[in-house]
């Protein structure tokens, strides 16, 4: 487990290998832990959103001065997306007054679902972990938007339909998963089992376990055999590229293969070449430098020598991008955390109210240099997800472009069956607490 502190000021280790500069916490810094996967199988993922996250903050800390007059110590700590370190990350900085953590993996957020509330750190699972944890009644500590995995799951169905002709061209298609044998991969599966009941689709699973990501030949015989009319990825890593190159490869419609946003990075698309031309990927944010809050970030650290990019270029990437947005939810928590709290040194239980009045508005995104960069999103007492819509974005061949318009997911059919799956974790887990935590107005 390797621990990274930033602070302004401090150089940056670079990926190449040199030595990182580890401080002690500051006593008048507000202190935000990244759990971040420059390593092992996940990297080629992990790797732009840690550098997007990290970069946004830095930004802050070097043209504004941190906010709200306090300076950001962000403290990167590798868990190569492996669980087991995920939870050491988190019970090496616990103690060290964290106002959130950023799990970035579905199995660590489910780890520390229960210890938040314990030890008063929110957890902020951004659009991945439980999808049930969008019940802010049942999970007061966690919070997952902009978006949820069954959301996502339903704009998959919601877009097959849409170029089917209607949801009533579904009944008698084959719809498959393909997706990644872990608790992340899974998590679509109860949504999609529902609506293939409601709308007579059939369901084909099928599972990439990890040591196999890159090795995936047999199973996409399988996927020939069978014929599925549209298939919904929900891979990380290395096993979307190799998903959309054997796709490519056995002849699979590729503009019948549609990502989850996590299968959308330009890495997962750009190793198919020509073959990758026309796969699609759902996605929140948008690609490129040309928004002010990326120029700000080139301008502040990446020019600066005080980000791991390694070429400016990789900046603007939809990954990279999707990791600033990650910081601006922090970032805006915060804000509102220090105004509800009349205090600009804050905790996790000030960032948790923080993060319960979030409400990043058209103008807001305006403000922040964002416009056109994401949609608002909005988070209350009860819903700590929002369900917010997302786009489909197409590959091009050499980058992301935008093709739908924002489609809202089933709300009809997510929210019900969230709010069961909360009422059953509560159940099952013994002990589960009631929510005591007052709502701000």
């Not at 080629?44 to 990290?54: K, L, Q, T, Y």
């Not at 969008?134 to 949820?148: L, Q």
């Amino acid at each position: 487990m390797q621990l990274k502190h930033i602070v302004l000021g401090t150089a940056l280790a670079t990926m190449a290998g040199l030595p990182a500069v580890t401080v002690a916490q500051a006593a008048d810094t507000i202190y935000i832990p990244l759990f971040s996967y420059r390593t092992g199988p996940f990297a080629g993922s992990g790797i732009p959103i840690a550098n997007g996250m990290a970069d946004y903050l830095n930004m802050l800390n070097e043209r504004d001065g941190g906010i709200g007059g306090v300076k950001l110590e962000v403290a990167e700590c590798e868990t190569s997306y492996d669980t087991k370190k995920g939870v050491e990350c988190y019970e090496s900085i616990k103690g060290k007054n964290p106002v959130v953590t950023n799990p970035y993996s579905t199995g660590i957020t489910l780890q520390l679902i229960p210890k938040a509330a314990v030890d008063k750190v929110p957890v902020l699972s951004f659009s991945y972990g439980l999808s049930a944890s969008a019940d802010g009644n049942t999970f007061p500590w966690i919070f997952n938007p902009p978006s949820t995995y069954w959301d996502g799951a339903s704009v998959f169905v919601k877009y097959a339909a849409q170029v089917e002709g209607g949801l009533d061209k579904l009944k008698g298609k084959k719809l498959g998963l393909l997706y990644l044998d872990a608790p992340y991969g899974k998590e679509p599966i109860p949504l999609l089992e529902a609506l293939a009941k409601d709308f007579g689709f059939e369901l084909k699973l099928y599972p990439v376990p990890a040591a196999e990501m890159q090795n995936q030949s047999s199973l996409w015989l399988n996927i020939r055999r069978d014929r599925p009319d549209w298939i919904y990825l929900q891979g990380f890593g290395s096993m979307n590229p190799t998903a959309v190159s054997e796709a490519a490869k056995t002849g699979f419609p590729i503009g019948r293969l549609v990502g989850n946003w996590w299968a959308g990075s330009d890495d997962d698309a750009r190793p198919a070449g020509a073959g990758g031309k026309g796969y699609l990927s759902l996605d929140f944010n948008q690609v490129g430098q040309n928004f002010p809050i990326i120029q700000d970030i080139i301008k502040h650290v990446v020019e600066k020598k005080k980000s791991q990019v390694t070429s400016v270029d990789k900046v603007g990437e939809n990954f990279y991008n999707r990791g600033v947005l990650n910081s601006v939810y922090i970032a805006e928590g915060i804000r509102n955390a220090q105004r509800l709290s009349g205090k600009k040194l804050i905790n996790g239980e000030d960032m948790r109210r923080g993060l319960e009045s979030l409400n990043i508005t058209e103008a807001r995104l305006k403000e922040l240099g964002m416009e056109g960069f994401a949609a608002p999103v909005k988070v209350t007492c009860a819903d700590h997800n929002g369900h917010h819509s997302v786009y489909v974005a197409e590959w091009d061949g050499a980058k992301w472009t935008k093709k739908s318009d924002w489609i809202e997911p089933m709300k009809d059919k997510v929210i019900p069956l969230s709010d069961a799956a909360a009422k059953e974790y509560a159940t099952s887990n013994a002990g589960w607490p009631k929510r005591t935590e007052a709502c701000d107005k």
